[in-house]
């Protein structure tokens, strides 16, 4: 991989385990433009990677990501062409994340809200610290929960349950994400990164063929979802994008109030 050419996201390598976290801890690793377009090659990059055998995916900082960042939202209504780009990275970011062929941990070392929350369960085994919280608020913001959200929380924990967190925004702590089957385990954050580690050094010396064929062969349903439906998701998020509601909600968090929405 060609490290240098990231400037949102940092690498790291331990043995043949390459760890990819997301770098902007100032502002709690929320997605602008830079770092969208970087999360659209690095899941193909860590494919292609010779040097590793499982992936890593965590954030810097207190928060894992807190989902779209409020100046790129505010670009994105001023300039709706710029979305045209951003739905094109939306799909490479989905589809070449479900395409990984080696076993792709995520680390969750903080809040994951948005299209944070949707990298964390796209992932394999998503372990989490107990001070995490996890949700999907894109209609607070006035948005349609479409670069994955609405296609794999009814996968990981059925419709009723998902569509409650999806129609809301509402966040869930780990705890409760746990119990209700959308991550995989909790841990307390100090020994958050003990475990991921011995489960990555785990699989690391495991049979890696058999370990890489066997998370294809899991994630073909998930594959085929997403390549039958996925568009319609961005296409509707791309609609939202231009309604008054986004617009209102986006001016409601610069000036700290809450949104008075329209239905427009």
């Given at each position: 991989m060609d490290f240098s050419s990231y400037?949102?996201?940092?690498?790291?390598?331990?043995?043949?385990?390459?760890?990819?976290a997301l770098n902007r801890p100032e502002q709690r690793n929320a997605v602008n433009a830079r770092l969208h377009y970087e999360l659209s090659r690095v899941f193909t990059d860590a494919q292609r990677d010779e040097g590793s055998d499982v992936v890593v995916l965590t954030?810097?900082?207190?928060?894992?990501?807190?989902g779209g960042d409020i100046d790129w939202m505010q670009q994105s209504i001023d300039e709706p062409a710029e979305f045209e780009r951003t739905?094109?990275?939306?799909?490479?970011?989905?589809?070449?994340q479900?395409?990984?062929?080696?076993p792709l941990i995520c680390k969750l070392n903080g809040h994951a809200t948005g299209l944070g929350a949707s990298l964390a369960l796209l992932s394999d085994v998503i372990i989490?610290?107990?001070?995490?919280?996890?949700?999907?608020?894109?209609?607070?913001?006035?948005l349609v929960a479409g670069d994955g959200g609405a296609l794999i929380w009814p996968q990981l924990v059925g419709y009723a349950k998902a569509k409650r967190y999806l129609l809301?925004?509402?966040?869930?702590?780990?705890?409760?994400?746990?119990?209700?089957?959308?991550?995989?385990?909790?841990?307390?954050?100090?020994?958050?990164?003990?475990?991921?580690?011995?489960l990555a050094s785990q699989l690391a010396s495991g049979a890696t063929k058999a370990i890489r064929w066997s998370k294809i062969t899991?994630?073909?349903?998930?594959?085929?979802?997403?390549?039958?439906?996925?568009?319609?998701?961005?296409?509707?998020?791309?609609?939202?994008?231009?309604?008054?509601d986004h617009a209102e909600a986006v001016r409601a968090f610069r000036e700290k109030r809450k949104p008075v929405f329209s239905g427009r």
């Open positions: 400037t949102c996201i940092e690498f790291e390598r331990q043995g043949r385990v390459l760890t990819i954030g810097r900082g207190r928060a894992f990501c807190a739905a094109r990275e939306a799909k490479d970011i989905v589809y070449s479900l395409d990984l062929e080696k989490a610290s107990d001070e995490a919280c996890i949700g999907d608020p894109h209609v607070s913001v006035g809301t925004g509402e966040l869930l702590s780990a705890k409760e994400a746990e119990r209700i089957g959308l991550l995989t385990e909790v841990v307390p954050l100090a020994q958050l990164d003990g475990t991921v580690d011995a899991a994630n073909l349903p998930l594959r085929q979802l997403f390549h039958s439906y996925f568009d319609a998701g961005v296409a509707y998020e791309c609609m939202s994008n231009l309604t008054q």
